[in-house]
Antibody, heavy 121, light 108 residues
Framework: QVRLVASGGAVAQPGGSLRLSCAAS????????MHWVRQAPGKGLEWVAV????????NYADSVKGRFTISRDNSKNTLYLQMNSLRAEDTAVYYC??????????????WGQGTPVTVSS | EIVLTQSPGTLSLSPGERATLSCRTS???????LAWYQQKPGQAPRLLIY???SRATGIPDRFSGSGSGTDFTLTISRLDPEDFAFYYC?????????FGGGTKVEIK
C-alpha cells in the first residue's frame, strides 16, 4: 500500500527558509517521479515542482523558480523541498505526490496528507 | 502553459442525481493526457480518472470521463452522499502540468 507522509511545515517569517520532507513507503520509490503540489487557503491546486526518479530532470513553477529546490534521497525513500526567500503568497498546504511514471510527466496516482506552511511576520 | 477552465464553479444537486462537470483546455491535449481528482475538505486529492476516460483503481463505475482535444467531461451517474466534494481536472500533456480551478459539487 502506497504511503506518503509529508512533514516540516511550520510558521516562517517572510524571507525565511523551510525544508519539507515526504517519507515514502509501499512502492519502489527509486523508480518514480515525484512532485510537490500546494493549495493556498480556500484556493485550488497549484503544481510546484517535479523531479524524475534519478533527479536528472527537475522542473519548477515560475512562481517558485530560483527560490525552491526539489531533491530526493532514494536510499532513504524521501523527497524534499527546500524553500528559501519565503513570501506571504507561499502560504499553503503542501502535498507530495507520486507520479505514474519515472520521468514525472504523468498524473499523480498517490498523494500525501499535506503539511501546512504559513509565512507571516 | 495550458490553461484549464472548469465549469460550473458550483453544482447544486441532490443524491441520486446525475452530475456533469466540464473542463476546457486552452490548447488541444495530446493523447487525452487529462486526469480528474476528487478532494474532500481537509483531505488530500484522490485520483479518479486518467487518460481522460480510464478509472483509477478502486473508483466506482458511477464515475466516468470522456472527451478529447480541448473539451473534457467528468460524469457521476448517480450522486452518492460521499460524492459531494471538490473536483479538479489536470493536464499532463505539456510542462508545466496544470490544474483547473475546480468545481464544487454540493448538496441541494
Amino acid at each position: 500500500q502506497v504511503r506518503l507522509v509529508a512533514s516540516g511545515g511550520a510558521v516562517a517569517q517572510p524571507g525565511g527558509s523551510l525544508r519539507l520532507s515526504c517519507a515514502a513507503s509501499g512502492f519502489s520509490f527509486n523508480r518514480y517521479g515525484m512532485h510537490w503540489v500546494r493549495q493556498a487557503p480556500g484556493k485550488g491546486l497549484e503544481w510546484v515542482a517535479v523531479t524524475s526518479y534519478d533527479e536528472t530532470n527537475k522542473n519548477y513553477a515560475d512562481s517558485v523558480k530560483g527560490r525552491f529546490t526539489i531533491s530526493r534521497d532514494n536510499s532513504k525513500n524521501t523527497l524534499y523541498l527546500q524553500m528559501n526567500s519565503l513570501r506571504a503568497e507561499d502560504t499553503a498546504v503542501y502535498y507530495c505526490a507520486k507520479d505514474y511514471g519515472y520521468s514525472g510527466h504523468y498524473y499523480f496516482d498517490a498523494w500525501g496528507q499535506g503539511t501546512p506552511v504559513t509565512v507571516s511576520s | 502553459e495550458i490553461v484549464l477552465t472548469q465549469s460550473p464553479g458550483t453544482l447544486s444537486l441532490s443524491p441520486g442525481e446525475r452530475a456533469t462537470l466540464s473542463c476546457r483546455t486552452s490548447q488541444s491535449i495530446s493523447s487525452s493526457y487529462l486526469a480528474w481528482y476528487q478532494q474532500k475538505p481537509g483531505q488530500a486529492p484522490r485520483l479518479l480518472i486518467y487518460a481522460a476516460s480510464s478509472r483509477a483503481t478502486g473508483i466506482p463505475d458511477r464515475f466516468s470521463g470522456s472527451g478529447s482535444g480541448t473539451d473534457f467531461t467528468l460524469t457521476i451517474s448517480r450522486l452518492d452522499p460521499e460524492d459531494f466534494a471538490f473536483y479538479y481536472c489536470q493536464q499532463y500533456s505539456s510542462s508545466p502540468q496544470t490544474f483547473g480551478g475546480g468545481t464544487k459539487v454540493e448538496i441541494k
